[in-house]
């Protein structure tokens, strides 16, 4: 097997971890409370990933001459992880509110999907060049949208409104962590801060969850200890925030732009795959029209946006 397909492996195991999170996230959040468990699975990630920054640190991974880290490169991570941190507070909380009160994993994580679309877009604000291409993602996506949640009376739930604003957050928080990194940061300064953007939105939604769901509080111990509750919040913890962050890192820097793309865009596929097999949900064949027109919408943009990075 040649590096590239190991790799792109490495990538389509990082989708499917990402994709089978949904599930997690609609049972702990029906378990815990959406602040809750967003609150808990944030912080645990940030505790799995200092390890990984230890060994990286004393390898000198990702650094050339193995230099040490400034105070100015820390505080840098500090400030730059508050901001990123802030935008995925706003962002995991919306989606978790929309996957909690939607009742449904597989349709949210197509919606959610969205800002793969969004991200080209958006980026124009940015100074970034916005292919043509794109255009007719957008088109696409917006049709699989209506197909996939608007009702015969042409209406959205506001689950499905807070999906499409978590959407519009997790493009802007992309566009940011892109803005920060630059192209001379290294694998080291990536996993520190995403560690320092876990921690701050894992305090952040700490305070709604002590003000809004303290009737979890209240229960104490036994009120996590569940399995719905216990076992997502480490899933998505442990697995989606931590260990599929360090694989996408290690995929990411060994794979072509575009087909790592392509692997990462199948987290949409997973999450329905997930929903079924797992919650036993079902999708009506306009929705699965929809989910196939939302996908097509993905390659298409992340096809065009990789395209012209390489122009």
Same mark, same amino acid.
């Given at each position: 097997?040649?590096?590239?397909?190991?790799?792109?492996?490495?990538?389509?195991?990082?989708?499917?971890?990402?994709?089978?999170?949904?599930?997690?996230?609609?049972?702990?959040?029906?378990?815990?409370?959406?602040?809750?468990?967003?609150?808990?699975?944030?912080?645990?990630?940030?505790?799995?990933?200092?390890?990984?920054?230890?060994?990286?640190?004393?390898?000198?991974?990702?650094?050339?001459?193995?230099?040490?880290?400034?105070?100015?490169?820390?505080?840098?991570?500090?400030?730059?992880?508050?901001?990123?941190?802030?935008?995925?507070?706003?962002?995991?909380?919306?989606?978790?509110?929309?996957?909690?009160?939607?009742?449904?994993? !597989?349709?949210?994580? &197509?919606? #959610?999907?969205?800002? /793969?679309?969004? =991200?080209?877009?958006? @980026? $124009? *604000?940015?100074?970034?060049?916005?292919?043509?291409?794109?255009?007719?993602?957008?088109?696409?996506?917006?049709?699989?949208?209506?197909?996939?949640?608007?009702?015969?009376?042409?209406?959205?739930?506001?689950?499905?409104?807070?999906?499409?604003?978590?959407?519009?957050?997790?493009?802007?928080?992309?566009?940011?962590?892109?803005?920060?990194?630059?192209?001379?940061?290294?694998?080291?300064?990536?996993?520190?801060?995403?560690?320092?953007?876990?921690?701050?939105?894992?305090?952040?939604?700490?305070?709604?969850?002590?003000?809004?769901?303290?009737?979890?509080?209240?229960? !104490?111990?036994?009120? &996590?200890? #569940?399995?719905?509750? /216990?076992?997502? =919040?480490?899933?998505? @913890? $442990? *697995?989606?925030?931590?260990?599929?962050?360090?694989?996408?890192?290690?995929?990411?820097?060994?794979?072509?732009?575009?087909?790592?793309?392509?692997?990462?865009?199948?987290?949409?596929?997973?999450?329905?795959?997930?929903?079924?097999?797992?919650?036993?949900?079902?999708?009506?064949?306009?929705?699965?029209?929809?989910?196939?027109?939302?996908?097509?919408?993905?390659?298409?943009?992340?096809?065009?946006?990789?395209?012209?990075?390489?122009?």
């Amino acid at each position: 097997m040649s590096k590239t397909m190991r790799y792109s492996l490495v990538l389509l195991l990082t989708a499917a971890i990402w994709g089978f999170a949904f599930v997690a996230q609609a049972a702990g959040g029906d378990a815990i409370g959406p602040f809750t468990f967003n609150s808990i699975r944030n912080l645990i990630g940030a505790l799995v990933l200092l390890p990984v920054i230890l060994v990286m640190g004393r390898a000198g991974t990702g650094r050339a001459g193995k230099k040490p880290r400034s105070k100015d490169t820390r505080k840098q991570v500090i400030l730059q992880g508050a901001v990123i941190g802030f935008l995925l507070f706003v962002a995991t909380n919306l989606q978790q509110m929309g996957i909690t009160y939607g009742r449904s994993a !597989g349709k949210a994580g &197509f919606i #959610t999907a969205f800002y /793969l679309v969004l =991200v080209p877009i958006i @980026g $124009i *604000l940015f100074g970034r060049k916005c292919p043509k291409a794109t255009w007719l993602a957008v088109v696409l996506a917006l049709a699989g949208i209506y197909l996939i949640s608007i009702s015969e009376a042409a209406s959205l739930s506001w689950p499905d409104i807070l999906l499409l604003l978590s959407a519009f957050c997790f493009a802007v928080q992309i566009l940011c962590v892109d803005r920060f990194m630059g192209d001379d940061a290294d694998a080291l300064h990536a996993v520190q801060l995403a560690m320092m953007e876990f921690l701050i939105c894992g305090i952040l939604s700490g305070i709604p969850a002590l003000l809004f769901e303290r009737q979890y509080w209240a229960e !104490g111990i036994s009120a &996590f200890l #569940t399995p719905e509750a /216990l076992g997502s =919040v480490l899933y998505a @913890g $442990i *697995l989606s925030c931590g260990v599929a962050y360090t694989l996408q890192i290690v995929g990411q820097k060994n794979v072509p732009p575009t087909l790592a793309s392509l692997m990462m865009s199948f987290e949409a596929v997973f999450c329905v795959l997930g929903g079924w097999l797992l919650l036993g949900e079902t999708l009506t064949v306009r929705q699965l029209i929809g989910c196939a027109l939302m996908f097509v919408a993905i390659l298409i943009a992340q096809l065009a946006e990789r395209k012209e990075v390489r122009t």
